[in-house]
């Protein structure tokens, strides 16, 4: 009898929590939640759109795709997000689709958990 075993990545995730709070010191607590927020909504479509851009093998929407989500997770201080951003990115041009799938996989969660310690931290006081 086979044995199959299931991985479960866990992924660390680095916020620089300096980053958001100059933001609300820069803007204002209104002004700050809208612009994270609106931050946050381009995040999660950005997600989506990178994992239908490499689905349709479109490694140029992917590259570029890419580096706008690295630019946004680097304002709002998703340092993790950010570097797997730029390792998607890079690993368009290499034509590698191994590594770039599996780099898309942890693009995704590392996305996902970046999103949602954010919204956790909104919970809180920054």
Not at 58 to 65: A, E, V
Not at 81 to 98: F, I
């Amino acid at each position: 009898m086979t044995e199959f075993t299931k991985l479960t990545h866990m992924e660390e995730i680095q916020l620089d929590r300096d980053q958001l709070h100059t933001l609300y010191v820069r803007f204002g607590p209104v002004q700050a939640d809208r612009d994270l927020n609106k931050s946050l909504e381009d995040l999660a479509l950005w997600l989506a759109r990178l994992q239908k851009a490499r689905k349709l093998g479109k490694h140029d929407d992917l590259r570029s795709g890419a580096d706008e989500l690295k630019q946004i997770a680097r304002r709002l201080g998703m340092t993790t997000l950010a570097r797997v951003a730029r390792d998607v990115g890079e690993l368009c041009q290499t034509h590698d689709g191994v590594a770039l799938s599996a780099a898309m996989a942890r693009l995704t969660r590392v996305g996902e958990r970046s999103l949602i310690a954010v919204w956790d931290l909104q919970d809180m006081s920054l």
